[in-house]
């Protein structure tokens, strides 16, 4: 059985970040359940060239072929689709993702809102202990946004704005996304090629 993840996008900048981890997470053979906001439609058309069809299946079968994915791999669920696995703590165990994740969004998390599906899967998987990821793509972050996180962290979630290192010295834009690609997926558990675990190359060539 493959692994199930709920990727949620919102309107935050950072298309890319959610475009990139939706691949990867195909790649590494997941099941990929997929919502997306409607902010988050006209920023991923403004940021990229891709133009997300506005009904769930459609998005479905575009998504589906974009990535390369296998039939039913990735399905996408309407922001009122109450009845959509995530929706429920019964469900069948998934981790979360909301990448990128809007302030307007983490505040309604941290209140338990629900006012959509993307909120009440992740008020789903905090209240089920289930890994919880949030991508915040802002700056500054004003007082308002920090305790907001700091109430999310202090609940399990884990926070992880968009600030991709250059230690590994990134030649391109890509480079960058992939950065953080690869922390989600580390968070996640899940095996990535992007970036090297920190101090496995020294291991392999230390002396004793």
Avoid at 49 to 78: C, H, W
Wanted: net charge negative; hydrophobic share 45%.
């Amino acid at each position: 059985m493959r692994r199930r993840i709920t990727l949620a996008i919102t309107g935050a900048s950072g298309a890319q970040y959610a475009l990139r981890l939706l691949d990867s997470l195909v790649q590494a053979d997941c099941e990929v359940h997929v919502i997306v906001s409607k902010a988050a439609q006209l920023v991923i058309a403004t940021e990229t060239d891709v133009a997300l069809p506005p009904k769930p299946q459609a998005m479905q079968s575009f998504l589906t072929q974009y990535t390369g994915a296998a039939n039913e791999q990735i399905r996408v669920f309407g922001l009122q689709d109450w009845m959509a696995p995530p929706a429920s703590g019964s469900s069948l165990p998934s981790a979360m993702v909301v990448c990128p994740c809007s302030t307007g969004t983490l505040s309604a998390i941290a209140t338990g809102a629900c006012n959509n599906l993307i909120e009440r899967a992740a008020d789903v998987a905090l209240k089920e202990r289930r890994p919880l990821i949030l991508v915040p793509r802002e700056t500054p972050f004003s007082s308002i946004h920090l305790e907001n996180m700091l109430k999310l962290s202090n609940l399990g979630a884990v926070i992880m704005p968009a600030a991709p290192g250059f230690y590994h010295q990134p030649q391109s834009v890509d480079d960058l996304l992939d950065f953080m690609v690869a922390r989600i997926l580390n968070q996640l558990g899940i095996q990535q090629d992007f970036l090297p675990r920190w101090g496995e190359q020294h291991l392999g060539s230390h002396d004793d």
